[in-house]
């Protein structure tokens, strides 16, 4: 059988009894490395060893690992989605936006403290950046984050299963949506492998309420600008009254819903007599990225809303018991049965200041912004 065996990070650098882990590709990984998804710009010609493996390490071989490593969770990450959507009989034939022509990844793009998908370059580009600007501070590199990396592969796989999320909305949840499914990203390809359940079960002691690396995302980049929690923390009680509509804060509220509808269902399936604690975490973080994923497929082209996936996540639920934790997890969030005052939205010039770029890119942005006026003007 084809494969590859890599080393990677499995989160961000910074997160030390994670560390660097050996991972497997089980589809052709070509010298580079590239398949036909993926393309590496701005790195060396990565060769793997006789038996087609690319085992490097940062310490060594920098310019090396970096693209192995950022090959490797971009691949992660487009495996996950594409099982998802096979589990839930979608057969919708997933490619990029513009088709089969594979997707630009650039590792190291530039000095810039900033990370982001682009439609119109087809391409993922992840920056360094000296913390502080100050240039005695070593270097963070973002593409050896798991997180931020997962993360923009989020956006441009959303952006390919609902075009119009950019091209015809003006919703700033909306925008919020694609921000909380590159965090959920995120978490749905931690879930995806047996050894980071496995972590996340021994950090947490099966509680995924106590604090551990598996909400935080980009600790890394977070703690470089003073954040010990991270970019963003998905375990959060944030509800709708306590954002603004910027996209990064509003996107909060979605995330933390579903972390809470994982942590509740998995509460709900332990069976520790039967099953060991980190099988039931794998087998409920796959149930719940298919229902995620296919609430977002099946729901609005266009202008979706927390309350349209949200009651789509319902009606595609089969489980009664599953049912009401999602249904009391969202009303927690003022998402269902929201208060009179957080029920009409009107078009508004949507505020971008975050970290994440792809959203505040000058493409994007116009689109949102155009549509805003369009419909203001309907």
Same mark, same amino acid.
């Given at each position: ?88 009989? *979608? ?9 089969? =022509?594979? $997707?630009? /990844?650039?590792?190291? %793009?530039? #000095? ?74 995120? *978490? ?9 359940? =496995?972590? $996340?079960? /021994?950090?947490?002691? %099966?509680? #995924? ?5 598996f909400p935080i995302l980009a600790e890394q980049f977070g703690e470089a600008f003073g954040r010990p929690m991270g970019l963003r923390n998905a375990d959060n009680d944030l509800k709708m009254s306590d954002v603004s509509t910027e996209v990064h804060d509003i996107s909060r509220v979605f995330t933390g819903a579903i972390y809470d509808i994982l942590a509740d269902f998995f509460e709900l399936y332990q069976n520790p007599a039967l099953y060991d604690h980190a099988e039931s975490l794998f087998k409920v973080g796959k149930y719940l990225t298919s229902l995620v994923i296919a609430s977002l497929w099946q ?80």
């Open positions: 059988m084809a494969g590859s065996k890599v080393k990677i990070w499995k989160q961000d650098p910074s997160v030390l009894n994670i560390g660097i882990r050996s991972s497997y590709i089980s589809t052709e990984v070509q010298n580079g490395p590239a398949d036909s998804d993926i393309i590496l710009q701005g790195m060396p010609h990565v060769v793997g060893n006789a038996e087609k493996d690319f085992i490097f390490y940062p310490e060594e071989n920098p310019l090396e690992f970096d693209a192995v490593h950022t090959f490797t969770i971009v691949r992660q990450v487009l495996t996950m989605l594409r099982r998802a959507l096979n589990r839930m009989d *979608i057969t919708q034939n997933f490619n990029w936006y513009w088709g089969a =022509e594979p $997707i630009q /990844v650039y590792p190291r %793009a530039g #000095l810039d403290a900033n990370a982001y998908y682009s439609r119109n370059e087809k391409a993922l580009r992840f920056f360094y950046f000296h913390p502080s600007g100050d240039e005695s501070n070593s270097l963070i590199y973002t593409c050896r984050s798991f997180d931020i990396v997962a993360h923009e592969v989020g956006h441009a796989a959303l952006d390919s299963l609902k075009p119009e999320f950019l091209s015809s909305s003006w919703h700033p949840q909306t925008g919020g949506l694609h921000e909380s499914f590159g965090d959920l990203t995120a *978490i749905f390809t931690m879930l995806a492998q047996l050894d980071v359940c =496995e972590a $996340i079960v /021994v950090e947490s002691k %099966a509680d #995924l309420h106590t604090k551990t690396f729901g609005p082209d266009a202008n979706a809303t927390y309350t349209d996936i949200a009651n789509k996540m319902i009606e595609l639920e089969s489980d009664d018991a599953r049912k009401e934790i999602i249904r009391v997890q969202f009303k927690k969030r003022e998402i269902l049965d929201a208060p009179v005052g957080l029920r009409g939205v009107k078009p508004r010039k949507l505020s971008w200041k975050g970290c994440c770029g792809t959203m505040r890119l000058t493409e994007h942005q116009t689109l949102f912004e155009k549509n805003v006026i369009n419909e203001a003007l309907s």
